[in-house]
């Protein structure tokens, strides 16, 4: 059963108790990374591990847009974007997930030109959770870590 988080804000993103920054680059125009991550998530499964189909939430894109998740494991939950910076940021808040111990949860990807064709991308995942969930997301950020680096290599090869 999906359990509601607490509807956080932006600056949640910089305050949240546990917090994970992922960082990496792209051979990819930014405009192309945007928008394969923005504007296609029924993209995601094919880069990231983690992502598994059905995605619900169709276009148009943009502040307000609910889309529903599958991960692998079961993970399931409703999304709400918060922010969209055409193709520089994207945010979102998760505002019902079927995981213990998560009371707050949210995410953020920016994207930066660094060349022509190349790309830094930033993932920010922040939580307020139960203490047994905090230990669970701190030895899981090597793993997030693999996983969003692993996702890096395969959108630039599949673009």
């Keep these: 059963m999906a359990r509601r988080l607490r509807h ?7 305050r949240a108790p546990v917090r994970q920054v992922h960082r990496g680059h792209v051979s990819l125009p930014a405009d192309r990374v945007f928008a394969g991550l923005a504007e296609r998530p029924e993209g995601w499964p094919a880069w990231f591990s983690l992502a598994r189909l059905p995605l619900r939430g169709g276009p148009p894109h943009g502040v307000g847009t609910i889309r529903l ?8 939950a409703r999304e709400r974007l918060l922010a969209w910076d055409e193709n520089r940021r994207f945010a979102y808040r998760v505002e019902e997930i079927n995981m213990p111990g998560i009371r707050a949860f949210m995410e953020e990807w920016t994207v930066a030109p660094v060349a022509e064709d190349r790309t830094e991308l930033q993932w920010t995942l922040a939580f307020d959770c139960a203490r047994p969930a905090r230990l669970g997301l701190q030895l899981a950020c090597n793993r ?5 680096s692993e996702g890096t290599r395969k959108m630039a090869a599949t673009f």
Aim: aromatic share 10%.
């Design 8 to 14: 956080e804000e932006l600056p949640f993103l910089t």
């Design 144 to 148: 997030m870590g693999h996983i969003f």
């Design 69 to 76: 998740i599958s991960l692998r494991g079961g993970i399931r």
